[in-house]
């Protein structure tokens, strides 16, 4: 099993293929596994995925699961693999993620960004209309978190999907409730209530921002802030999609971040 130490953690990673390195990043509680989809790519790029500290098949640790480390620890896998020039593809929490790490590092190992599926806050605020819960909620996910794991993730499945098999639907049960829920709880609230909105104009390389139009998760209109506030975006909708359209849609998916890649990087 392929591992990086990085920052005191084992980190799991898979990479295949050759050119241009395409780094993809998970959402909270999930893992590299919902990126199977676009292994194909491997023909074209190297494909690497990745799972943050506490997730997938990585290190359990029991501290640093806040975005800052998660930055740090994707700063150390880059150095230690020896990779620069890259398309960083994040999803929900993996696009947090990595605007906190150009909060920390900049863009200049960066040839592209692809952000799917997250805006800048999540959390409800006077001065941004695209708040998806406030505190009370919250509150109550972080009572489920320790208190009943199973109907957490079922929850958070129930929002993510437009109409997926079973099969799918038990591949992310089982990955969210692969999480601790000392390491949900933490990492699930750091996320919740980080703000971005200031760091989305300093992407300033061509990025490519996806929207699931039936998305039930977020305000799309916070992705599509994304994309009006981002110095080179272009933004690409998938009417059949919610959530996770690389997994709904992949085959359109995979050519609209071949395009983007072979054309605006």
Known sequence: MPTESVNGAELYYESDGDGVPVVFLHGVLMSSRFFSEQKSLSDEYQVITLDFRGH??????ETGHTLPQ???????????????????????????????????????RFRGFVSVEQQPLDLEQEDYE?????????????????????????SLIDEMLVDEPNTVEQTLFDEITRVP???????????????????????????????????????????????????????ERFTNSGHCPFLEEPERFNHVLSSFITVRC
Request: aromatic fraction near 10%; glycine fraction near 8%.
């Open 130 to 154: 695209h708040g998806v819960f406030g505190f009370d909620e919250l509150r109550g996910l972080m009572e489920l978190a320790q208190t009943n794991p199973h109907e957490l993730a079922w």
């Open 70 to 108: 998660y930055a740090r620890d994707l700063e150390a896998f880059l150095d230690a693999q020896g990779l620069s020039d890259v398309i960083l593809v994040g999803w929900s929490m993996g696009s947090l993620v990595a605007w906190e790490y150009v909060r920390q590092f900049g863009t200049d």
């Open 56 to 61: 997938g098949r990585s290190e359990k640790t």
């Open 181 to 235: 829920p000392p390491i949900t709880s933490a990492i699930l609230f750091d996320q919740s209530v980080r703000d971005y909105r200031e760091v989305v104009p300093d992407v300033d390389v061509p990025t490519l921002v996806c929207l699931g139009e039936d998305e039930t998760m977020l305000e799309n209109g916070g992705v599509e802030y994304v994309a009006d506030n981002t110095p080179d975006a272009q933004l």
